[in-house]
Nanobody
């Protein structure tokens, strides 16, 4: 599975962005997808994850209520809708695919190259 993120950019605090994670491969619909982020000087952290069916969702406390994850298996794409963005959301965002639901980055087998999100205050 190859993953490509897009949709990052520069946005003012309080604004919104929608990230996309497009996947290649016929087995995409069988994978759980996670979103992670890494800010400068910090470790990579879990943001959200979604089951292969799209019915099982989970969010980090820091984004719960502001971010929404969803997927369209027909388009081989997972999305992360980010609303009410804060300066502390500034980071490189990565999507990852794995065979089981998890919040640990080590549980995911395939990673995208990342997309930069910058929130100005």
């Amino acid at each position: 599975v190859q993953l490509v993120e897009s949709g990052g950019g520069l946005v003012q605090a309080g604004g919104s962005l929608r990230l996309s994670c497009a996947a290649s491969g016929r087995t995409f619909s069988s994978y759980a997808i996670g979103w992670f982020r890494q800010a400068p000087g910090k470790e990579r952290e879990f943001v959200s994850r979604i089951s292969w069916s799209g019915r099982n969702l989970y969010y980090a406390d820091s984004v719960n209520g502001r971010f929404t994850i969803f997927r369209d298996n027909a388009k081989n794409t997972v999305y992360l809708q980010m609303n009410s963005l804060k300066s502390e959301d500034t980071a490189v965002y990565y999507c990852a695919a794995g065979s089981r639901l998890a919040t640990e980055s080590g549980s995911y087998d395939y990673w995208g190259q990342g997309t930069q999100v910058t929130v100005s205050s």
